[in-house]
């Protein structure tokens, strides 16, 4: 009987250890890659590089626009500095998944579907699903309905591509894996409308003056959010207090002024 009382105890003293050791892990890897990042002195973020104003090369050939700069900042928040890593977009969250990277930066739009394979920021940047057309052809698009029988452009795997497959039918679908061909077979007549980000559409047709126009209201509200693997809670929290730091004291305003002209972050 004694024996039998003192073997369960012992198993109950096991499975405990065994719990809490589990616990133990558990609460490390969630802490390991803020961790990691804080000893490395260094953010990995991965972004287009080629999405202008939110990533691009200026004319001294360094990368710029409003991510880059946000990006910047967001580091400096952690106490650490941010190394860029373009990447095409269909390979950045594969990029992301493999640990190439820490996070990505990229006007990700937050969504149920990628909430549930990836961990989300508070969103820094409001937007919508916007069509942009060759200047003259305003009137063609006026709601998501029109876009029937046209060829459409979109993104290869973004939101827009998955947005317009779920919403629209009898659309001739065009993925394009780059932007700038996708705005060149716009230009030339190759595919009737592009889906992009609203602020992108804004900055492209201030840029490229009578060749581009936006068509009809936005489609539909998009958050984009900073992205990062799931289980590493620390790094997300940190990265929140700091949006919410850089909201707070201005810094997100004004670099959302500097680029857009308006505060897009709200």
């Not at 969630?30 to 990691?36: F, I, T």
């Not at 050939?61 to 880059?68: C, D, Q, S």
């Not at 942009?132 to 060829?151: P, T, W």
Request: glycine share 10%; net charge neutral; proline share 2%.
């Amino acid at each position: 009987m004694k024996l039998a009382q003192f073997g369960r105890q012992a198993l109950m003293g096991v499975m405990a250890v065994a719990l809490m050791a589990g616990v133990s892990v558990k609460t490390f890897a969630a802490e390991d890659l803020l961790n990691k990042v804080k000893e490395r002195g260094t953010l990995l973020v991965g972004l287009e590089g080629t999405y202008p104003p939110f990533s691009f090369q200026g004319d001294d050939g360094k990368l710029t626009g409003f991510e880059v700069e946000f990006a910047e900042e967001l580091a400096k928040h952690l106490g650490v500095k941010a190394s860029l890593k373009p990447t095409k977009w269909d390979g950045m969250l594969a990029s992301l998944d493999s640990k190439r990277i820490d996070v990505v930066i990229n006007q990700v739009t937050i969504s149920d579907e990628r909430k549930k394979k990836y961990d989300f920021s508070t969103p820094y940047t409001v937007s919508g699903i916007q069509a942009l057309v060759k200047k003259g052809n305003e009137s063609g698009i006026k709601s998501a309905d029109d876009l029937k029988g046209k060829k459409v452009g979109v993104g290869l795997g973004t939101n827009y591509e998955e947005w317009l497959r779920q919403n629209v039918q009898g659309v001739d679908i065009r993925t394009y894996d780059d932007d700038p061909t996708k705005y060149q077979d716009l230009r030339v007549g190759r595919i009737d409308a592009i889906l992009v980000d609203r602020l992108a559409a804004l900055d492209l047709v201030k840029k490229t003056k009578d060749t581009l126009a936006v068509a009809g209201e936005p489609f539909s509200r998009q958050e984009a959010g900073v992205a990062l693997r799931k289980g590493n809670e620390d790094l997300l929290k940190a990265v929140d207090q700091a949006i919410a730091d850089m909201q707070k004291d201005g810094t997100l305003a004004k670099l959302s002024e500097k680029w857009f002209g308006a505060d897009v972050t709200k």
